[in-house]
């Protein structure tokens, strides 16, 4: 059984960058089947909205409509993949998400529970 769980800091000031990261067990983010470890969010009152996936082999993806502003990256050793959101302001208040795309299918077959974000100063 394949889990999920995001981690970072609940409140992040504007202008600051967002640090999260998922840690993964019972399956490795290098495993040979094509997966996307993907970073998905939901602002307060909106629907989900796909971040950016790094995949099994290290691959990255990201939104166009967040441009520079995001970036994902993955420690092996630690079987952990991360999201980094750089100059957030208060439209990035959100519940991240990390989640498992089975890859070519855009079936997410694993979730993480999710982690609140609030930006404000």
């Known amino acids: 059984q394949v889990q999920l769980q995001e981690s970072g800091p609940g409140l992040v000031k504007p202008s600051q960058t967002l640090s999260l990261t998922c840690t993964v067990s019972?399956?490795?983010?290098?495993?040979?089947?094509?997966?996307?470890w993907t970073w998905i969010r939901q602002p307060p009152g909106k629907g989900l909205e796909w971040m950016g996936a790094i995949g099994s082999d290290g691959s990255t993806y990201s939104n166009p409509s967040l441009k520079s502003h995001a970036s994902i990256s993955r420690d092996t050793s630690k079987n952990q993949f991360s999201l980094q959101l750089s100059s957030v302001t208060p439209e990035d208040t959100a519940v991240y998400y990390c989640?498992?795309?089975?890859?070519?299918?855009?079936?997410?077959?694993?979730w993480g529970q999710g982690t609140q974000v609030t930006v404000s100063s």
């Open positions: 019972g399956g490795s983010i290098t495993a040979a089947y094509v997966y996307y």
């Open positions: 989640a498992r795309e089975v890859g070519g299918t855009y079936y997410l077959d694993y």
